[in-house]
């Protein structure tokens, strides 16, 4: 019995100290500005649409050096001042592909390549697929130096990890193990029953409809910033109705963002629909379709949950009128 413990524990011990050496940060700010999933609305000529990603700040600079965050090869590289990425890099690592955005300059192996497409297509989009094995990058090598190509506000470092078939982007802060930053705080502020807003502190709620269409505005925040939960729950009168969680989001999604996110959504204010007619990757249960029409008097729950399992909860009543 004791046998068993002992190895168990050092089972644990050393796949703790592989994930450790493999995985780097991209950039020296390590706490995310932006999370996974988050709504964008449309910009640029761009469809609203979810943010595949999360943000590491950069001191606002340009210039600050941009690092593979595990071993892997040069996949790709993109050079485009107007697109969404701008100049990008994607590494093909061991169990995703992983993707620097925005970048002004390319790391010093990738720099000379990007320079001659650049004077032999000039004012062009290019994208460049390198074989399997051509260039290889280690873990911490820089890739490229933060910037502000694309569609940014202000420099910083887009990563965004995908499954190695490129069709589904995952959310970085499990598989990075991302710190929690010390002061954050889960908000859940309102209540939106068919259109009529109410303070997330109503005790009771009126509706009229068969389904009311229910929907709460809830954030994180720590300091100035202002991202998405990872988890927004809902249960009636006790049952798991609905269930939305970025864990991860198919490329095919990526405009579909207004089947999770209701009017008046913005970069900073995310109104999560607690209902969906489209069975979309973040939404985890749904059961909407059993209920055909609500009781006259029902007890609703929301949770709101960070990745780091702060939780927040609010209740209220839902009375027919
Ligand atoms: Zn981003």
């Given at each position: 019995m004791k046998g068993k413990t002992i190895i168990a524990l050092f089972l644990v011990l050393s796949f703790g100290v592989l994930i450790a050496e493999i995985l780097y940060f991209p950039?020296?700010?390590?706490?995310?500005?932006?999370?996974?999933?988050?709504?964008?609305?449309s910009s640029s000529g761009l469809m609203p649409h979810f943010h595949l990603g999360v943000d590491f700040p950069t001191y606002g600079r340009e210039g600050v050096e941009?690092?593979?965050?595990?071993?892997?090869?040069?996949y790709k590289i993109e050079i485009d001042e107007d697109s969404i990425y701008g100049y990008t890099?994607?590494?093909?690592?061991?169990?995703?592909?992983?993707?620097?955005?925005?970048?002004?300059?390319?790391?010093?192996?990738?720099?000379?390549?990007?320079?001659?497409?650049?004077?032999?297509?000039?004012?062009?989009?290019?994208?460049?697929?390198?074989?399997?094995?051509?260039?290889?990058?280690?873990?911490?090598?820089i890739v490229g130096y933060s910037g502000r190509t694309g569609d940014v506000l202000a420099p910083h470092c887009h990563l965004e990890l995908r499954d190695l078939e490129n069709k589904t982007a995952l959310n970085p802060i499990p598989i990075l193990n991302a710190e929690r930053p010390d002061d954050l705080e889960v908000v859940i502020d309102e209540v939106r029953i068919d259109g009529e807003v109410y303070p997330a502190t109503s005790g009771v709620i009126p509706f009229k409809s068969d389904i009311p269409k229910i929907e709460v505005s809830a954030y994180l925040t720590y300091g100035t910033t202002v991202i998405n939960p990872y988890e927004v729950t809902m249960s009636i009168d006790g049952r798991q109705v609905y269930k939305i969680a970025f864990d991860s989001i198919k490329l095919s999604e990526f405009t579909e963002a207004y089947e999770v996110y209701g009017k008046g959504s913005t970069y900073r204010k995310y109104w999560f629909k607690m209902y969906s007619n489209e069975p979309l990757?973040?939404?985890?249960?749904?059961?909407?379709?059993d209920i055909p029409r609500l009781a006259d008097r029902v007890t609703v729950e929301v949770t709101v949950k960070s990745f780091w399992d702060d939780v927040?909860?609010?209740?209220?009543?839902?009375?027919?009128?």
């Open positions: 950039s020296p700010q390590t706490i995310i500005s932006s999370g996974f999933g988050e709504f964008r609305p941009i690092k593979a965050i595990s071993d892997g090869y040069v890099v994607y590494l093909k690592n061991r169990d995703f592909i992983s993707l620097y955005a925005h970048l002004s300059t390319f790391g010093e192996r990738l720099k000379p390549i990007a320079e001659s497409l650049k004077r032999e297509f000039p004012n062009q989009r290019v994208e460049v697929t390198f074989p399997e094995g051509e260039i290889f990058v280690r873990a911490g090598e990757s973040v939404i985890k249960t749904n059961a909407w379709g927040k909860k609010i209740t209220f009543e839902l009375v027919r009128r």
